[in-house]
């Protein structure tokens, strides 16, 4: 054996030597592999395993690695440790190779000669199995608190497995070997319950009564709930009623009771899961209630789990386990008083009484002194399932069902609802059942990986996949995936088994105004949907949506978002309602996409209103807003950007659906009410991708006034200081201002003349853009857009600022800031105020230029990302006035960093060009021009050529001092030739070569 994690961890050479291992951090990674052989592990994982918490550097992931790799070396094993690209990290193990492999194995083993009964076999591999433990507690050595629910799993099936070898040799009568054993389990595990009872059984048989009563003491001196069934056993030892004793050791003396073994055989592939498997074993273990039920989708696994953890929990049930198939989604549940019947006879009852009633009574008293396991499998409701739950004592109930069962008159533990399997370990399922279909993988891993995530995580479709291929073994993976690809749902069927069958049965509780929804929702391609995507489905704002919606989600039709109050489909479920619509007897369907998307126009028209107290910015289609859901208006009302978090990925995909549909109206005008939030999560990869979808929409349609719109809102200085790709320039810009003018939309022109106006500003030109700022403040006040006023009214002061006169900047900013503070618009207020700040900082007004920064460093606390560069930006330029350049540096350098990690590249441009400044008012002309050499990158990027002319002029006069006239030439050749490629006028070239 090389590695030991069942104890101390340790790692042995070939000889058997104990290799040191790496202290600290690479020691915690090592035991996580260890814990997770022959499995992937991602990075984040392991730097939990290691650090306690993902928020470290995969740098000090890396050092770890690299020590393991040496202990690798050592031990002749170069390769075990596996690397996955983009992923993380895998050790490979044969269970030879790593003591908790070969525990496994030998409890698999147990578990084979106890389906096929060989009791010696079984003993003696759970006798090999424990033997392997050094201690009671794997990796007792190392601190590994992410990976504590699996170490906790493997004690349980460590005494799981105790559990089973010591019962299986007092039935055998070995009490003194078993006696021996069992004081140490029950040293470990004092309010063990049936180790004591194992230890007291094994005690008395031996001979040793007052000892197996003194456990039993002890047992009630610190058990917070005691076992009654326990105090019973006691007190049979202590009155010497042998025959009570003997039928708890499950060896009666008399005629034998019937014992019920009904159980189906458990999943012969099972992943995954473990960590509701121990939640569910233990709980029938050591039952704390009655019933216990696990909820979820159909073809989640729910039966797989209740089989797999009733037949791990068996042996804590001597008298038996009784199954059930309610059929509660076939659409002819079982009768719970033929259910009773058939139990009543397993129970030894041949006389069943004729009324459900009197069953029900029967069925409680003859289960009242036993200890039965009752399995209830695919429940309808909880009345189905109420007579079929004993009356207290030692029984448990286990049910499964698509939908949670609040209201059983019993006290019940509700499992967490089942939920998809992820990539690696759906994985593992495929590839178990085909391996042991005698099927090669090898050279197919791409394709059964497509398979594999086809199925999304569902069990039964995984499952279904596998016996396909096993099916059809003469026939490729890659055949498979293209056979699943072109036949969706329906190509999911193996034997008597359905997928498009078990998802369709989810629909037979459901009334028509459920059923019209579920389909209706197939038809969208919204990731999630909430009360007001059901309203516009059924075209109903009413209470009746959101309850149809509650219905669907009951049944596990759909299923809650994470973290929100939205829902979402499975894939699979989403594809098989799809199919579903299109043979649907229900008429209106096909207007369910384009009502939902002007239902969620509406919304997205509210909260962008909001959020200025005007439609600032945004000329809207003709599409009227609908009626929507009272509680869906207030939520977009009452928080707009955290309302767009919600709903971001649901416009986008409307955008994507409304366009498909040729409904250009709705495309562009959803992708421009979103644009300004866009511009405030810098989501600026949605902001051009929903823009360009809405722009080829109307010029498919010939929607012109569209197209302006679209084209003016692709040029926006959010998107263009971004560095996006396909943003609109120049061209595109005087296009739309043509357009918008041609079809009267007097607002549109005003957003594409002052968008036009700062295109042209960034290319360097001054007068022109001057021009049609002003000509837009025009429009932009006659139609009664404040925001869009105070907004021009900036960019006029910054060109101001630009041109070189100060005083007619912060003339202009004043009546900016007046408009900002007026509507109490923190948006736009701080950068009003930060270049009110950069204009008195141009005029000398230093003490007004602190005033302004410190106004904007308030409203911006360091955790707002560039809000905060911008302010810092400015106090770094103050500092450099007031000729501290200690603090300048400071400031300046926190503002690049700000800058880098945020969207807005020309602000970290700008702040490189200040630290030149501060680099030349030290005389430091080399580190001036690497500042300015740095500025470039960032400035093109943005597209931003004046500021890329001002950064060559300024390198230029730098070569100069350093004495290369050769660089100098070559700067001011590219300010020349800068300033023709943009056609910008004489007059405007403030940095004309000399």
């Not at 509780?509 to 929804?517: K, W, Y």
């Not at 389909?519 to 516009?536: D, S």
């Not at 009626?627 to 928080?639: I, M, Q, R, S, T």
Request: aromatic share 6%.
């Amino acid at each position: 054996m090389i590695y030991g994690i069942l104890g101390d961890l340790e790692v042995r050479d070939s000889g058997g030597n104990l290799v040191e291992l790496p202290r600290g951090r690479a020691r915690a990674v090592l035991a996580a592999l260890l814990l997770r052989a022959n499995r992937q592990l991602s990075t984040t994982d392991l730097i939990a395993a290691g650090w306690g918490t993902p928020e470290v550097s995969p740098a000090q992931l890396h050092k770890a690695i690299s020590a393991l790799r040496k202990v690798f070396l050592a031990i002749d094993r170069p390769d075990a440790l596996r690397t996955h690209n983009r992923f993380g990290y895998a050790l490979t193990a044969s269970a030879e190779d790593l003591d908790m492999l070969s525990f496994v194995r030998f409890v698999e083993r147990a578990d084979a000669y106890r389906l096929n009964p060989d009791p010696e076999q079984e003993i003696a591999c759970l006798r090999a199995a424990l033997a392997l433990w050094r201690s009671e507690r794997p990796l007792a050595n190392v601190p590994i608190g992410a990976f504590e629910g699996e170490i906790e799993a493997l004690r349980r099936r460590r005494k799981r497995g105790a559990v089973r070898l010591f019962t299986l040799e007092i039935a055998r009568g070995a009490y003194a070997e078993a006696s021996e054993d069992l004081a140490a389990f029950v040293s470990e595990y004092p309010e063990d319950a049936q180790l004591c009872r194992l230890l007291m059984i094994a005690l008395y048989q031996d001979g040793h009564a007052e000892d197996a009563t003194a456990v039993h003491e002890r047992y009630e001196d610190i058990s917070s709930s005691p076992d009654v069934s326990l105090r019973r056993l006691a007190y049979a030892m202590v009155t010497r009623n042998d025959e009570a004793v003997a039928r708890a050791a499950g060896t009666p003396l008399s005629a034998a009771v019937p014992q019920p073994r009904q159980l189906r055989p458990p999943p012969p592939f099972f992943v995954g899961r473990s960590g509701l498997l121990a939640e569910v074993t233990w709980l029938l273990r050591e039952p704390r209630l009655p019933v216990l039920a696990i909820s979820g989708p159909g073809g989640m696994g729910k039966t797989a789990l209740a089989l797999r953890a009733a037949h791990d929990a068996a042996e804590a049930y001597p008298d038996g386990q009784l199954w059930a198939d309610l059929r509660g989604t076939t659409g002819a549940p079982a009768d719970p008083a033929e259910v009773l019947a058939e139990f009543l006879r397993a129970l030894g009852l041949p006389a069943v009484p004729e009324t459900r009633r009197e069953r029900a009574a029967l069925f409680r008293s003859t289960l009242a002194d036993r200890r039965v396991l009752v399995v209830l499998d695919d429940a309808f409701d909880a009345a189905q399932v109420r007579d079929l739950l004993p009356g207290g004592g030692q029984c448990v109930v286990l049910i499964t069902s698509r939908r949670r069962m609040p209201d059983v008159a019993a006290p019940t533990h509700q499992v967490a609802p089942l939920g998809a399997l992820d990539d690696d370990t759906a994985g593992e399922l495929f590839r178990q059942i085909v391996t042991a279909g005698n099927i090669d993988l090898a050279g197919e891993e791409d394709a059964a990986g497509e398979v594999v995530r086809m199925c999304g995580g569902l069990p039964l479709a995984v499952r279904m996949a596998a016996l396909l291929r096993v099916e059809s073994f003469h026939r490729s993976t890659a055949d498979l995936r293209r056979r699943l690809a072109a036949q969706g749902t329906t190509a999911f069927a193996y034997g008597e088994e359905s997928l498009a069958r078990t998802l369709g049965a989810g629909l037979a509780p459901l009334d028509d105004r459920a059923r019209r929804l579920f389909l209706g929702l197939g038809l969208l391609a919204l990731p999630t949907f909430g009360e007001w995507t059901a309203a516009a489905v059924l075209d109903d704002p009413g209470p009746g949506a959101g309850e149809a919606l509650t219905q669907l989600a009951a049944v596990g039709m759909i299923e809650p978002a994470p973290g929100t109050a939205r829902y979402r489909f499975h894939d699979l479920t989403r594809e098989y309602a799809r199919g579903l619509a299109a043979s649907a007897p229900f008429d209106g369907l096909d207007g369910v996409p384009a009502r939902v998307c002007a239902a969620l126009l509406s919304l997205t028209r509210r909260a962008q209103f909001t959020l200025y107290g005007e439609d600032f910015d945004v000329s809207h289609s003709d599409v009227p807003d609908v009626p929507l859901p009272k509680g869906d208006l207030d939520e977009a009302v009452a928080d707009p950007p955290g309302w767009f978090e919600l709903e971001r990925l649901n416009i986008r995909a409307a955008v994507s659906q409304a366009a498909s549909a040729g409904r250009a109206d709705l495309c562009w005008d959803l992708a421009v009410s979103a644009h300004e939030f866009y511009a405030i999560g810098a989501y600026f990869d949605d902001w051009r991708v929903t823009h360009e979808i809405a722009l080829a929409a109307c010029r498919r349609a010939g929607d012109r006034r569209g197209e302006g719109i679209v084209l003016t809102m692709l040029g926006q200085p959010p998107l263009v200081a971004s560095g996006s790709p396909g943003v609109s320039g120049v061209p595109e810009l005087e296009t739309a201002v043509r357009l918008l003018g041609e079809t009267g939309e007097a607002h549109g022109r005003a957003v594409a003349q002052r968008t036009l106006a700062n295109a042209l500003r960034r290319r360097g030109e001054l007068s022109r853009p001057l021009s049609l700022f002003t000509e837009a403040l025009v429009h932009y006040q006659r139609s009664g857009d404040l925001t869009g006023s105070q907004q021009t009214l900036r960019f006029i002061g910054q060109t101001h600022l630009v041109r070189g006169d100060p005083a007619s900047a912060v003339a202009v900013l004043r009546e900016a800031e007046k408009i900002a503070r007026a509507g109490n618009q923190a948006r736009v207020l701080a950068p009003t105020v930060y270049w009110m700040g950069q204009a008195r900082l141009a005029l000398g007004d230093l003490n007004a230029a602190a005033t302004a920064f410190d106004e904007v460093l308030a409203a911006s606390p360091p955790d707002s990302g560039v809000a905060h560069a911008y302010a810092l930006h400015g106090l770094g330029d103050l500092a450099l006035a007031l000729g501290d350049p200690v603090a300048a540096r400071d400031r300046l350098e926190k503002a690049e960093a700000l800058a880098h990690d945020g969207p807005d590249v020309a602000l970290e441009g700008r702040v490189c060009l200040s630290i030149a400044a501060l680099e030349e008012s030290l005389g430091r002309h080399a580190e001036r021009a690497v500042a300015l050499l740095r500025a470039l990158e960032p400035i093109r990027a943005s597209g931003a050529t004046y500021l890329e002319v001002q950064a060559q002029a300024e390198l230029a006069s730098t070569y100069d001092r350093l004495g290369d006239a050769d660089a100098a030439a070559a700067a001011r050749d590219r300010v020349t030739e800068l300033y023709a490629r943009g056609d910008v006028p004489v007059l405007d070239r403030l940095f004309v070569s000399s």
